[in-house]
């Protein structure tokens, strides 16, 4: 069982490392397409860093189903705990599609736009960690 929390925590960590980076980094892809009119080095770097992670997503959600089936029994908590990790999911989703639209070239949010973007992230993972450190229902 250890084990596998273990794993959850690694591939959470993995995972919540892209949602936090994958916005940033396209500020600065913008402004690198801007300025070399083409996909440049910090596109390729996002782009890997978004598809590994996604498979760290996976393994994230995968390990934290069974986590929650087997150990908690679905307490009412880690229903609470999913559902705010299905927005944190549909965030990655949406970051995916900026990050497609970047590869062609579509940067439509501004710098402002993206860091906000980035800080409801921040949100999302201190409510998950909040629900599950003090199990409040």
Known sequence: MDWIKVLHLLCVMGWMTSIFAVPRALIYWKREYARIGEFGPLGDLTVRLYRFSAGLGVIALLSGLWLGWQIWA???WVLVKLALVALLAAHYIWTGVLVLRARKGEFRE????????????VLGAIAVLWVVVFKPF
């Open 74 to 76: 679905w307490a009412p």
């Open 110 to 121: 501004s710098d402002f736009w993206l860091r906000v973007f980035n800080e409801i992230s």
